[in-house]
């Protein structure tokens, strides 16, 4: 008799806990977009506060540096981890933990206590997160669906990825701009919620064959060779490198000081026009 917990090799697509998965990542993801851009403008607001005027530009990036530099460091030992426990208990972990930054966060936020320092201080601690639970996030999903179905599983979780990444930061803007920076926040760390039951519900992994968890054992090392050796793989990791290194946190970066700088503009304020427009 096979095991109860065991996913049928002839499954229908998509199964109930890729679902109740994806449903939980979609919420999570979306209150991640809404702190990550809040982040932004509430560094431009502290940054007034602390005096640092001449420094902003290097201190609206700090955090991401702080946060991108920490996972340098320790995404190697976040993938081996990933590989050879639990990844449920590690992703419930790493929830709890976001949970609390963002709390805090909000809180200082709300009590006007928030100074650049805490940002980048809680930015690390966010990369600690964030090295062991995105290599456990990513290597989950081929656990919850049959072989056939894993193609289909990844496309449509960077489906949600992206979607997200559209819905969070218009979700902040409004808050910001209704209620305060502090519940982009607060509702970051109530989205995690739902990705936390959702976890809670997910079947364990089933019991490879003996080939299979031996290659677990493997580490990173192995992925790196693998990549080194197959060219079409290295050429999708060098274009999302090079695009994660120097697009997106350009973007990040500047868009709240072009915001504020050369729009004139505010959470609540209309923009005007641009004093660089002819």
């Known amino acids: 008799m096979s095991s109860p917990t065991a996913i049928p090799s002839a499954e229908r697509f998509p199964n109930g806990p890729f679902t109740r998965y994806m449903i939980g990542e979609g919420v999570s993801m979306t209150g991640t977009w809404m702190q990550g851009m809040a982040l932004g403008w509430v560094m431009t607001e ?21 946060s991108g530099l920490v996972m340098l460091l320790l995404f190697r030992l976040g993938g081996a981890y990933a590989d050879r426990h639990d990844k449920r208990f590690i992703l419930q972990v790493c929830q709890i933990a976001q949970i609390g930054f963002a709390l805090a966060i909000g809180q200082l936020i709300a009590h006007g206590s928030l100074h ?15 090295s062991f639970e995105m290599p456990a996030a ?24 992206h979607a997200t990444r559209l819905v969070g930061p218009a979700a902040a803007g409004y808050l910001v701009g209704r209620y305060g920076a502090e519940w982009a926040f607060y509702l970051n760390a ?14 364990r992994r089933p019991q490879g064959t003996v080939e299979e968890e031996q290659k677990r054992q493997g580490g990173a090392g192995e992925g790196f060779r693998h990549v080194r050796q197959d060219k079409p793989s290295l050429a999708m990791v060098a274009l999302l490198a090079t695009n994660t290194l120097f697009v997106f946190p350009v973007i990040i970066v500047l868009l709240p000081l072009y ?7 505010g959470p609540v304020s209309k923009p005007r026009r641009s004093r660089w427009a002819y």
Do not use: C
């Not at 650049?116 to 997160?129: E, F, K, M, P, Y």
């Not at 894993?150 to 960077?158: E, F, N, Q, T």
């Open 259 to 265: 915001l504020k700088n050369d729009l004139f503009a």
């Open 138 to 161: 990513a290597a989950i999903v081929p656990e919850l669906v049959a072989k056939e179905n894993v193609a289909k599983a990844i496309s449509v979780d960077r489906a949600v990825f």
């Open 190 to 203: 109530a989205s995690f919620i739902a990705l936390m039951i959702a976890l809670a519900t997910l079947p």
């Open 116 to 130: 650049t320092w805490h940002l980048i201080v809680a930015a690390a601690l966010l990369g600690i997160s964030s």
């Open 46 to 66: 502290v940054v007034v506060r602390d005096g640092l005027q001449k420094y902003e530009g290097l201190l609206q990036a700090a955090p991401h540096l702080a």
